[in-house]
Nanobody
């Protein structure tokens, strides 16, 4: 059984920071590409950042220079460090991976940025 469990969301003031974690099980984490998505109310789910098994990272333009995705293969966990948070970063953040041709998602963790 594949599980992805996000944590670390919360309420933060604009300009603040949060670190999201996504702990996985049931996959070979070290060879898996991992991704963070987010979905704001009434909007589609958008890709935020990805990290490949060799550590190559990619970010959507709106978070470049503010967010950092990283991974700890020993802990089978992927992280999203979010700095200089803006009101428009408010969303539910989801961890995603593909394993044996199936897409898997966590349940998400809510990030709310206040003014």
């Amino acid at each position: 059984q594949v599980y992805l469990v996000e944590s670390g969301g919360g309420l933060v003031q604009a300009g603040g920071s949060l670190r999201l974690s996504c702990r996985t099980s049931g996959i070979n984490f070290s060879i898996s590409r991992m991704a963070w998505y987010r979905q704001a109310p009434g909007k589609q789910r958008d890709l935020v950042a990805t990290i490949s098994n060799d550590g190559t990272t990619n970010y959507t333009d709106s978070v470049k220079g503010r967010f950092t995705i990283s991974r700890d293969n020993a802990r089978a966990t992927v992280y999203l460090q979010m700095n200089s948070l803006k009101l428009e970063d408010t969303a539910n953040y989801y961890c995603q991976t593909s394993w044996k041709s199936q897409n898997y998602w966590g349940r998400g963790t809510q990030v709310t940025v206040s003014s």
